[in-house]
Each structure stands twice: as C-alpha cells, then as structure tokens.
C-alpha cells in the first residue's frame, strides 16, 4: 500500500517560512539602502520615493501596499492576504530598526547588488511557497491577468522600466545600471529555484 504525504504546509511551517522570507528580504533591502540602490516592483518605488522625498523607506513601503490588499482578498483569497499583510508588516519593522543593528564597513556595488540579489530571490520563494508576498505591483500584475487577460509579467516588466528609467532622474546612473544587476539576479534565483513541477508542497 502506497504511504500518502500531505502537500500542505502545517502552521509552524507557514511561520517559520514567513519569518525566513522576511528576514532575508529585509536584509537585501537593508544592503541596496546602504548603497543607494533600487531594485524592481513595489520595493523599488518604495526605495526610489524615500531617495526623492527623504522620507522613510518603511513608511512609504507600508502606505503604498494599503490599497492592493483589497484586489489580494478580491482575487487570492483570505489566506493570502493576511499573509501578505503580516510579510509587508514585519519588513515595515524590520527595515525601520535596521539602522540600530546592522552596520556596513565596505562594501562595493556590484558585490553587494549581486548579495543582495541573490538573498532577496530566496527571501521571496520562500514568501512565494507559503502563500504569501511583498504585495503591491504583484497582486495588481495578477488581477489584471485575471480580469482582462494582460500577462502578470508584461505588468511587472512595464513597472520595472518604468521604475528603472524614472531612477536615472533621482540616482546616479551608476547606481541605477548596478540596481539593474541585483534585479536581474533576482529574478535569475526565482526563475531557477522556483518551479511547481519539483516543488510540490502548497
């Protein structure tokens, strides 16, 4: 007789993987800060509005995500928002305290856009396995895949551009052609590391 697995994630899973998403993609937010970096989708706006306005990054990630979590309940469901809610919540903390607790010495930009690159994209699936998101530009790429039928990634590549071509206005353009390196190397680690068809848990 063949042993059955569950593919569901208990609740000290979700926990756990939500915490370790979290504190990875805080961490990569806290490297691009540093270095005055940006990277693409709601992050991004966050961090190119807090370079423009002098505002603070948490702030302004936390207001701007408000009106998406409507669209999340519309189209994902009641799970995914309170988990999507509670992910951009500890990010908003996270960030905010960061200043008392980490400190940089050196680092270079290509290094750290690559570093932080590469721990945002494993931040994220681990978000993306338990249900959960940063929010903002990815719920409304799927609502309107699902509403009208526009691709999610033609949605998130236009913000990107969009994000990335409104940067050279407000960062170096240095800055903005190593912000484009993390953000490639991101989607590099998600594109490679997360596939339904070898990971089966939901």
């Given amino acids: 007789m063949t042993e059955q697995h569950s593919t569901e994630h ?29 990277t693409g989708q709601t992050a991004g ?28 309940m519309l ?14 919540a500890m990010i908003t903390v996270l960030t905010a ?11 270079t930009p290509a290094v750290g856009a690559v570093i932080a690159g590469v721990i945002a994209g494993t931040g994220l699936i681990a978000l993306f396995r338990h249900k959960s998101s940063l929010g903002g530009i990815g719920i ?26 409104l940067a050279f206005l407000v960062i170096p353009a240095s800055a903005v052609l190593y912000s484009f390196l993390g953000a490639a190397v991101v989607n590099m680690v998600i594109a490679v590391n997360h596939r339904t068809d070898r990971y089966i848990a939901r």
């Fill in 75 to 88: 189209r994902m469901g009641r799970e995914f928002t309170i988990k999507t809610f509670i992910a951009v």
């Fill in 10 to 38: 208990s609740t000290f899973e979700d926990i756990q993987g939500i915490v370790s998403g979290t504190l990875l993609a805080a961490f990569s937010l806290v490297i691009l800060s540093h270095l005055g970096l940006i």
């Fill in 140 to 165: 409304l790429a799927i609502y309107l895949q699902d509403t009208f039928g526009f691709r999610a990634g033609y949605t998130q590549l236009i913000v990107d551009v969009a994000i990335f071509g």
């Fill in 45 to 72: 706006v966050a961090l190119l509005l807090s370079y423009w306005t002098g505002w603070s990054f948490s702030l302004i990630f936390f207001v701007i995500n408000l009106p998406f979590y409507a669209l999340a």
């Fill in 97 to 107: 305290v960061a200043a008392d607790h980490i400190r940089f010495d050196y680092i």
